[in-house]
């Protein structure tokens, strides 16, 4: 069923980073979620395997005096739903770990395999985007910090390169302080479902009834997950009224690059962005501590 040529096991970052140096097709596996999928269905053939799951400095979540929230990227979903500092700082992030999976999954799954998986349909991108996460990569050459914008290329392709490894996520306190957010996951099945839309915005107020920033993350609208520029343009400065969110809507289509598959189709996915686009600001304006909108 897998056919495994090799494993290896990484206690540190530096010992990891050292073993994809000198073994360049080794694959890295975590959680495992994603990769012994892809080794079932033959999509990695004579996989030789590199475990990062004992790294102890890339699990867990904390804040730093400066408000700067650093994830590992080996958390677990999980992990991310129950941490207080997720909870209390970026709850729309706790949102959309909670629909990743069934709990089962949630306990295995990391935010990290997540994200370096590129998928457009991975539950913590689109938020992420929202939020403007940065990456920190590392591998023998040394260290850079990636925005995670930047980061997906196209379908399944992100900027790691060869010997790197995803050692921090980053959430900067002026990308989530004062903001209020929301994220909606539509599928066909309530659970365990991978999402036909992933809708993440956040917003911040001022004067109570003008935007003073929204930012809009979208997941399986494109190729890659994607930020809605236009639409967030249009919203800044704006009063807020249900005129305004229809607008916001309707512009936000016009960031995507939907198809049509077997799960939906080009126009429904395109309709679905307006709708739950709107749906997501309306309770993205209320957690921002904005009035709601009838």
Not at 97 to 105: D, H, N
Not at 160 to 179: A, F, M, N, R
Request: overall charge positive.
């Amino acid at each position: 069923m897998y056919n495994i040529q090799g494993y290896f096991e990484a206690a540190t970052v530096n010992e990891a980073t050292a073993l994809l140096a000198a073994n360049p097709n080794l694959t890295i596996i975590a959680g495992g979620t994603d990769v012994l999928i892809k080794l079932h269905h033959g999509q990695i053939e004579k996989a030789a395997l590199l475990s990062i799951r004992k790294i102890k400095s890339l699990q867990g979540i904390r804040k730093l005096e400066d408000g700067t929230i650093v994830i590992g990227p080996l958390t677990t979903f999980t992990q991310v739903v129950n941490d207080p500092v997720i909870k209390d700082n970026i709850p729309v992030l706790a949102e959309a770990a909670l629909s990743m999976g069934g709990p089962q999954i949630r306990n295995v799954a990391t935010i990290g395999g997540n994200i370096c998986n590129g998928a457009t349909s991975a539950d913590s991108a689109s938020t992420l985007l929202a939020l403007d996460a940065r990456l920190k990569l590392q591998s023998n050459q040394g260290e850079r910090v990636v925005p995670i914008q930047e980061f997906y290329l196209g379908p399944g392709k992100v900027d790691l390169k060869p010997g790197e490894i995803l050692t921090e996520i980053i959430v900067t306190p002026e990308d989530y302080q004062g903001y209020g957010g929301h994220y909606i996951k539509f599928s066909m099945r309530k659970a365990m479902d991978i999402a036909t839309l992933g809708v993440a915005v956040i917003c911040k107020i001022k004067e109570g009834n003008i935007f003073a920033d929204v930012r809009i993350g979208l997941g399986v609208a494109g190729p890659t997950p994607l930020r809605c520029r236009e639409a967030e343009v249009f919203a800044k400065g704006k009063v807020i009224s249900r005129e305004t969110i229809a607008a916001i809507g309707k512009l936000a289509v016009k960031s995507t690059r939907a198809r049509t598959s077997w799960r939906a189709s080009k126009e429904y996915r395109e309709h679905l962005v307006e709708e739950l686009t709107r749906r997501a600001l309306q309770a993205a304006i209320v957690k921002a501590g904005g009035a709601e909108i009838a």
